[in-house]
């Protein structure tokens, strides 16, 4: 009797609604339910090498089986959550983090350190505050810019005409000049050159305002400009505005910091 070719045939041993597969020599190990349709193909077997799983794929294979063992629930062999009771890796204790809680620690972390919409952040807040203070101290040296641009007790103020302007260059190559006025006291021709150079530099001949003791006009002064008092008040009024923005973006990113913490280690 000739044997059948290869298809899926009802085999006498498999449930009722199967059909098994025959090689056309003897029956196989591969069942399906019946169907009405032309016999699908065989089915495709790879043999396994004869030396065993390769040692790139045994290697993978064994990386799965630990990460899946990991995940395994409490009692079948796998990592737990720290607090769980479960075994650690590392030597145990170790906390197993990605809970929201942890998650939003670490934002709130973040977010203490480098700023966000609320907070320039307490790393943004001490760079301020170091910042105002360079503006802040500069009012030593301004304050008395300021003072010298009026007459006190004992001094007069008058008009001088600008008789020499002094140039030179400054770092960047850009004219600076500390101008030179000649003016007239008690009928007597005096002079007085500014104690400054700045780049705003009068034409000689204009006038400028000099103010001398009055016992002793040879002691004449030339104030700055009143623009370049504008200018110079200017950098203690930032340096303040920086130190109360940094102050504020240190306490509020501290406080930020220390409660994300708190969530990390919960």
Not at 54 to 73: D, H, I, K, N, W
């Amino acid at each position: 009797m000739t044997a059948p070719p290869p298809g899926w045939y009802p085999s006498p041993d498999a449930a009722p609604g199967m059909d098994r597969w025959w090689d056309g020599q003897q029956w196989t190990a591969h069942v399906r339910p019946t169907v009405s349709d032309a016999p699908a193909p065989a089915p495709q077997h790879v043999p396994e090498p004869a030396g065993g799983m390769p040692s790139e794929y045994a290697a993978a294979f064994e990386a799965t089986a630990a990460l899946q063992q990991r995940t395994l629930p409490y009692g079948q062999g796998g990592v737990q959550p720290y607090g769980s009771g479960g075994t650690h890796p590392y030597g145990g204790g170790a906390p197993t983090f990605g809970s929201p809680t942890q998650i939003q620690g670490a934002a709130e972390v973040f977010g203490g350190i480098v700023g966000g919409r609320r907070s320039v952040g307490a790393g943004n807040g001490v760079k301020m505050i170091f910042i105002g203070l360079v503006f802040a101290l500069s009012g030593l040296f301004v304050v008395p810019q300021i003072m010298s641009a009026r007459a006190g007790a004992g001094e007069t103020s008058t008009s001088g005409t600008v008789v020499e302007l002094h140039e030179s260059t400054g770092s960047k190559g850009s004219r600076l000049c500390s101008p030179e006025a000649a003016f007239t006291a008690g009928g007597a021709t005096y002079r007085a050159r500014a104690g400054y150079s700045s780049s705003s530099c009068p034409s000689i001949g204009s006038s400028i305002t000099v103010i001398y003791p009055t016992a002793n006009p040879s002691g004449a002064r030339v104030p700055a400009s009143a623009g370049m008092m504008l200018l110079l008040g200017i950098f203690p009024v930032v340096g303040v505005a920086l130190l109360v923005l940094g102050i504020r973006g240190l306490v509020v990113g501290s406080s930020s910091i220390t409660s994300g913490l708190r969530r990390l280690r919960s």
